[in-house]
T-cell receptor, first 114, second 115 residues
Framework: EPEVTQTPSHQVTQMGQEVILRCVPI?????FYWYRQILGQKVEFLVS????????KSEIFDDQFSVERPDGSNFTLKIRSTKLEDSAMYFC????????????FGPGTRLTVT | AQSVAQPEDQVNVAEGNPLTVKCTYS??????LFWYVQYPNRGLQFLLK??????LVKGSYGFEAEFNKSQTSFHLKKPSALVSDSALYFC?????????????FGKGTKLSVIP
């Protein structure tokens, strides 16, 4: 069964550094998403991406965040200058269509900012 | 704004007994409702969804959920629990026709099935 994959599984970085989290969505999916889960809190939506542009973003997704689909398979989330409060599990998801198709999630990248 | 409440942080059930994990939601219009399960060190795995039609939805691994519009609930059920069902369960909602694709999740319910 096709899966969403994410790399790395764990990333440790120092405050102020840039990080790039990588995702490979399911191959025939058209919509891509990033969510995050701070330890002990809810899973929160960050951004959705379709047709090479952002279709929706949350208040969390400020200027420090960006997304890109650099080629036909990868989908990346960049945090330009990490803060301590960016420490979280970041989940990538993809869906075949937007509505009402379910989103399939990757295993997550645990980001630790020190 | 849409929201989801999972009133129980943890549910314990004996193996072989029926299980229920509760979820209530709030949206302005009609809901699309989803249940996901998370095993340790794994991503969120889709279980089932309600879009429209029959209020009882069947999903993976013998799980089902009942949509109740008047009570704005979407409780997850299974007639006979297995130890392997022990995991973290998330209910999620999005509003149909709102032009928004983001899922809003509950905080999750930890299910422990006791042998």
């Amino acid at each position: 069964e096709p899966e969403v994959t994410q790399t790395p599984s764990h990333q440790v970085t120092q405050m102020g550094q840039e990080v790039i989290l990588r995702c490979v969505p399911i191959s025939n999916h058209l919509y891509f998403y990033w969510y995050r889960q701070i330890l002990g809190q809810k899973v929160e939506f960050l951004v959705s991406f379709y047709n090479n542009e952002i279709s929706e973003k949350s208040e969390i997704f400020d200027d420090q965040f960006s997304v890109e689909r650099p080629d036909g398979s990868n989908f990346t989330l960049k945090i330009r200058s990490t803060k301590l409060e960016d420490s979280a599990m970041y989940f990538c998801a993809s869906s075949e269509e937007a509505s009402p198709y379910e989103q399939y999630f990757g295993p997550g990248t645990r980001l630790t900012v020190t | 704004a849409q929201s989801v409440a999972q009133p129980e942080d943890q549910v314990n059930v004996a193996e072989g007994n029926p299980l229920t994990v509760k979820c209530t939601y709030s949206v302005s219009g009609n809901p699309y409702l989803f249940w996901y399960v998370q095993y340790p060190n794994r991503g969120l795995q889709f279980l089932l969804k309600y879009i429209t039609g029959d209020n009882l939805v069947k999903g993976s691994y013998g799980f089902e959920a009942e949509f109740n519009k008047s009570q704005t609930s979407f409780h997850l059920k299974k007639p006979s629990a297995l130890v392997s069902d022990s995991a973290l369960y998330f209910c999620a909602v999005r509003e149909s026709g709102a032009g928004s694709y983001q899922l809003t999740f509950g905080k999750g319910t930890k299910l422990s099935v006791i042998p």
